[in-house]
């Protein structure tokens, strides 16, 4: 039986052969050490999206599984920067940049660690998708830690950045939607190959990161029963979301 090779750099594991193809595909496809080369010179790379994919991942509805799109249960993070339009008029645009660069890096650090994908950055913003394709049963607590992660990652890196560029009182932070449900999967375009999750789960796990305060999780009910061992102080908020008829319940992560 072939196994995945592991080893340990800090807090963030790495493989030697892509974990994407392999939970999916069971195709034991080199992405590090001499036998990656040959891959390399016919384009198959690490994926930007987590370092332990590669881009077939990326490739493989239309070329591997001839389908467009999949169905899978997921948990969808998305997280974005408290209080950026008024950081960007205030201070200069390259100051700017770092900042979002930060925010970047440490969330991709944190969703990584979890077996997460960076699905997409948008800016000051990201989505994030875990449980495809790399496989983990326990996808949202992943999420839910590595939201965690993010906090306490970007809580005082982007404090100190604000206010070093005379934000008064450092005042910035980050706010997170998490929520688990039945997503797509796959290939929506025909201009690219890389795949991205659409469905309601996605909206509404966009519509509570739209409601986080800055330094705060929003959990969904369906998330939350997925992850309960980490929600079991975590209050309940009752909110309105625009686009969705019923009231949400969600549970709340906020910084001590």
Not at 130 to 136: G, L
Not at 188 to 211: K, P, Y
Request: hydrophobic share 45%.
């Amino acid at each position: 039986m072939t196994t995945v090779s592991a080893t340990v750099t800090g807090s963030q594991r790495t493989t030697s052969i892509c974990r994407g193809c392999w939970d999916q595909m069971h195709m034991p496809i080199p992405i590090r050490g001499l036998l990656a080369l040959p891959f390399r010179a016919f384009g198959i790379t690490r994926s930007k999206m987590n370092p332990n994919i590669c881009t077939i991942c990326e490739r493989s509805f239309r070329y591997v599984k001839k389908q467009r799109h999949v169905t899978v249960q997921a948990t969808i993070l998305f997280a974005d920067i408290r209080g950026y339009t008024a950081l960007s008029e205030r201070i200069e645009p390259v100051r700017l940049s770092e900042i979002v660069s930060l925010f970047q890096d440490r969330c991709a650090q944190a969703i990584w660690t979890h077996d997460g994908i960076v699905n997409k950055q948008m800016g000051d913003g990201l989505m994030a998708i875990f449980n495809f394709p790399i496989t983990r049963k326990d996808h949202a607590s992943a999420a839910v830690m590595a939201a965690l992660d993010i906090q306490r990652y970007c809580r005082t890196a982007l404090s100190g950045l604000a206010a070093d560029a005379g934000v008064q009182g450092g005042k910035i932070g980050v706010g997170v939607g998490i929520h688990s449900g039945d997503v797509e999967i796959g290939e929506f375009s025909s201009f690219r190959s890389d795949f991205t999750a659409i469905g309601g789960a996605v909206n509404l796990a966009a519509r509570l990161e739209s409601q986080a305060d800055a330094g705060e999780i929003l959990v969904s009910t369906e998330a939350a029963a997925g992850a309960e061992a980490l929600l079991s102080d975590a209050e309940t908020r009752l909110l309105t979301l625009k686009g969705i008829e019923q009231a949400v319940h969600a549970r709340v992560l906020a910084e001590r």
